[in-house]
């Protein structure tokens, strides 16, 4: 029997919205949102999407009509009550009340602010504006939608049986990945991919699939919804644009060799155990654990996020070692376009000599690579970042060129700042 | 939203039926039902379900207690008013009213005779006894039947996400098939699947995703309630049960001898065009030819079955020519454990020089081969044929030793009859 008030429901949608919940987004953006809400409320920044795949012209593929309506759609969200009752009630990462009362009665009142949207060429220049706390939330839903309303254009000319094997194609490909993880003994892994997800049910489907074929290897997912939904642990830390926004605020050269250090300090105040994770590469890794405070070093551990991956868990466990921490104690999250050879080949660097673990996203959340002619579902690489905090720019450099923001002249004061030197370069995939 | 009363409903079922419906069926077998009925009407058969592959353990695999109930829901079955509709109203080879209405109304009140089971070892004995036109219309529900509860045992071991990938992979793998044979210009193909199928569901997707990925190549399916269903041509001639009766029938060597023929005279003067497909192998395809009368050639085409096809394609070519006929007239259809690459070779040889068709079988609607440990979803080759008609067995030969049956001193006296001498071996997979 065919439901047919679901159906004649269905059919009232004008749009098939992209992002239906407000904590449909990474957990670690909520942390860091309270974190800014407590300390840097009155902080005014300018985020900015970026396609950096420029062979990828976001706006011949995506009509802007849809775009608005999807990034409408999410200014029309609000935190619902059982959402807003799973932030206030649950635990998480072993601690009750994560989000303070102050802080939930502003987020369950708040929505996202303007956005403003212009075309350029064939790209689309899409930025937002406003209070920190406010405009950061924006990161996660616009990427996913630029990213979906891109699939979607593609899957739009595919028949039924070919969508069907498509997304049957697409299954065996994770599974396959699944079935090779399975193998790696003492895996700890979670999904990191929200923002770059092919859609939402396909990242719920990714994550159901952990769930039943790895077992306890199967940490968590960083999607606040999929986590609430399928009773898992949310997880994630921090991310770049806290030393960003605190570095770009730094009134002089000596504020701003600090400024890293700091957003950790005010971290360091509100969180314990495994969320102190060291973000080391926004300015260099080598640098910033050189020039480390001592307290620093008795934080759980670290995510490496660019750069080698194995040079930079060295060069953590070499830290480690001269300040007197045992590394096999400490917790290595590699978390950079990671797929599973990759993986193995990280697990079987590492493991023993510190506890690894593995944020794994775009790969896990939107490997339709070789599934459609012309690669046209392929994941590429989209940011949106902090560019601006009060008028000043930000920057990041991380440890791979390719992945560099900023103006030139301020990306050199900051490589002077923080001695960054020669950088090896790296293709960026995802 | 659920709906509730789907979903109690659904719960009510004491079984989830393997066969819901008597046009679940090949429409061959109702051609030749109708053709008995009115030509050996007072004919007393046995037909027997032989499992070739003795590696498969059926007894083992299958509850004796499930199978007699699906079994039992088969005999509880009657034509639906729909589907007696679609038999007198549809047309068939361009024919309208192939099915007479004395005919229609004694299948419209037709319910399956009993059937005879009993364990064996590992093995299950399946016989079916009764007037012929009745017997006769257990063959594809008693073969469906057991190939589908052999899935299910295996299946049933099998957590949700395993099961979505096990299909997702068939999918891809019949999918690429398709996209294979899409590549041969004018390519004939029809579903030849129905017997031993991995499931109706699965037959009914495999079936439409030839629909949408072959197009006019794909010429229809020989399961009538998917021809139904789906709008599509109901395909398919006479089998060899037919021969196999008549010969039994025959009360001396002079009339054996003819046999074949006389069957094949009652089709004449019942059908033309292309329902007009000689099968030539029951005893032989050489001595058949050798030994037909001219009208015989004048046929539409032929279907061949067993033995090596290319031999055989141009042993019938070489006939066609010795009587007169142009061979690039005739239809041959292929029909003996195809799968993809055996067609391609087929359709190179033979296209242009014949017409060529192809009835794709069990490597259609079942090919779940290297999908789990052990192949334990592998079709097997699982028969069910006329084993006596009134008290005298039947023997069948074929090109192929492999695929004989009957009594041994049987065997011997219709090899002199029909004048068969050495015969190439050739596996059975299917």
């Known amino acids: 029997m065919v439901d047919i008030a679901t159906r004649v429901y269905n059919h009232k949608w004008k749009i098939d919205p992209i992002v239906r919940s407000l904590i449909d987004t990474d957990f670690y953006k909520l942390l860091m949102c309270q974190s800014i809400f407590r300390n840097k409320p009155e902080t005014q920044v300018t985020f900015t999407l970026v396609n950096r795949a420029s062979d990828v012209p976001l706006a011949k593929l995506i009509d802007e009509g849809e775009l608005r309506e999807q990034l409408d759609h999410v200014r029309s969200l609000s935190l619902s009550r059982g959402e807003s009752t799973w932030m206030r009630g649950n635990t998480f990462y072993g ?17 996202l602010p303007p956005y403003s949207l212009e075309r350029r060429g064939d790209q689309y220049e899409l930025t937002f504006e406003g209070a920190w706390h406010e405009v950061m939330l924006w990161e996660i ?17 595919m028949r039924k049986f070919e969508l069907q094997v498509l997304y049957a194609r697409a299954m065996t490909k994770l599974w396959e990945k699944v079935e090779r993880l399975r193998q790696i003994d003492n895996l700890k892994i979670a999904d990191f991919g929200t923002r770059r997800r ?22 968590g997912t960083s999607n606040c919804l999929i986590a609430m939904k399928r009773d898992l642990e949310a997880v994630g830390t921090n991310a770049h644009e806290l030393p960003m926004v605190y570095s770009a605020l730094a009134e002089d050269d000596a504020t701003l060799a600090r400024a890293p250090y700091d957003v950790l300090a005010d ?9 102190r994770m060291i973000l080391p590469d926004t300015y260099g890794t080598e640098g910033f654990l050189k020039n480390a405070p001592d307290w620093l070093a008795g934080w759980t551990g670290i995510r490496i996020d660019s750069g080698d991956p194995v040079r930079n868990a060295e060069v953590a466990i070499d830290w480690w070692k001269s300040r007197g921490e045992d590394p096999t104690e400490k917790l290595v999250i590699f978390s950079d ?6 993986m193995e080949r990280l697990h079987k660097r590492f493991s023993g000599r510190v506890k690894v673990s593995f944020g794994w996203g775009t790969l896990l959340t939107n490997d339709f690579r070789g599934l459609v002619a012309g690669d046209a579902l392929a994941p590429f690489s989209l940011v949106c970042k902090a560019q601006s905090a009060n008028g000043r720019p930000t920057v990041k450099l991380s440890d791979n060129p390719e992945k560099a923001m900023g103006p030139a002249d301020e990306i050199a004061r900051y490589k002077r700042v923080f001695s960054v030197g020669e950088q090896e370069r790296r293709e960026v995939v995802v």
């Open 267 to 275: 971290w360091h105040d509100e969180h314990s155990g495994n969320l």
């Open 337 to 342: 376009g990671l797929d599973v050879a990759e």
């Open 95 to 111: 601690k009750r009340q994560m989000f303070r009362s102050d802080f939930m009665e502003w987020f369950e009142k708040m929505r």
């Open 198 to 219: 092919h859609s939402y049910l396909w990242q719920d489907w990714c994550v159901q699939a952990m769930v039943e074929g790895l077992g306890d290897k199967f940490t």
């Open 141 to 157: 839903p616009a990427l996913a939608i630029l990213m979906e309303l891109r699939g979607r254009a593609v899957l739009h000319q």
